[in-house]
C-alpha cells in the first residue's frame, strides 16, 4: 500500500536521579526547545528532537547534547551523568494531516493501526479497542470518524 507515513526521530535520554530535592516531581515542558522533562521514579528523562526522515541507527550528537543542556539548565546537578545512563532514538510515525488510521486497508484481511506520531503511546489501548471493534464487526465506542485511510486516497 501506499500510505504517505514519515518517521519524525527524536530522542531521550534517562539517568538516575542523584538527590531528590534537585529533580523535578513532575512534568516539565521547555516550550523553547520543544523538550520534556519527566520523573520515572528514581530516574530522570529528557525527551525531544525533531529529525524528519533519516536513519534510526545514526545518532546525532547535537540533539543529544540539546537534552544534557536542558536537563542541566532546568535541574542542574539532580542525576548521575557518569553512569547509568541511556540514550534512546525512536521514531515518530506522522501522516500528513495527523490523527492515525485505525481500520480496512481495503485488502482483504488486512487492518490498519498505524501513523500515531508523537502521542502513539497514549493513544495505543484506544486505538486497540477501536480496531478490536471494528474487527468484531461491532459498532465501536469510540467514534471512527476520521482514521480511515481514505482520507488521505486522491
Ligand atoms: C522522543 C519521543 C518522545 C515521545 N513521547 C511520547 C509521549 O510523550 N507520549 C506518547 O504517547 N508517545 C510518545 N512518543 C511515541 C511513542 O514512543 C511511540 O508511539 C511508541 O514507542 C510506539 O511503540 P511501538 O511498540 O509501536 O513501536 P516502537 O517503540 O518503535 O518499537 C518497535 C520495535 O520493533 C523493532 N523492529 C523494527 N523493525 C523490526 C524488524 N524488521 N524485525 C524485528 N524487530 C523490529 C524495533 O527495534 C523496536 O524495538 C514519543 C516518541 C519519541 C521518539
Not at 526547545?33 to 530516574?43: D, E, Q
Not at 526522515?53 to 543542556?69: C, H, P, Q, R, V
Not at 481495503?106 to 479497542?129: I, M, T
Request: with cysteine; charged share 20%; glycine share 12%.
Amino acid at each position: 500500500m501506499n500510505i504517505p507515513l514519515v518517521a519524525v526521530h527524536g530522542y531521550s535520554v534517562s539517568a538516575n536521579i542523584r538527590e531528590p530535592l534537585d529533580a523535578p516531581r513532575s512534568a516539565v515542558m521547555d516550550e523553547h526547545y520543544k523538550v520534556a522533562i519527566s520523573r520515572l521514579g528514581n530516574r530522570v528523562r529528557v525527551a525531544g528532537g525533531a529529525e524528519v526522515g533519516g536513519d534510526i541507527e545514526n545518532k546525532n550528537t547535537g540533539a543529544l547534547a540539546t537534552l544534557y543542556k536542558i536537563l542541566q539548565d532546568w535541574f542542574p546537578g539532580a542525576a548521575h551523568l557518569s553512569n547509568g545512563v541511556q540514550e534512546w532514538k525512536g521514531a515518530r510515525p506522522m501522516l500528513p494531516d495527523g490523527p492515525p488510521i485505525v481500520g480496512k486497508s481495503g485488502l482483504p484481511g488486512v487492518w490498519l493501526n498505524l501513523g500515531h506520531g508523537s502521542s502513539g503511546w497514549a493513544l495505543s489501548c484506544g486505538s486497540a479497542r477501536l480496531l478490536a471493534d471494528q474487527l468484531q464487526g461491532k459498532s465501536p465506542d469510540i467514534d471512527d470518524a476520521g482514521f480511515s485511510v481514505e482520507r488521505l486516497r486522491t
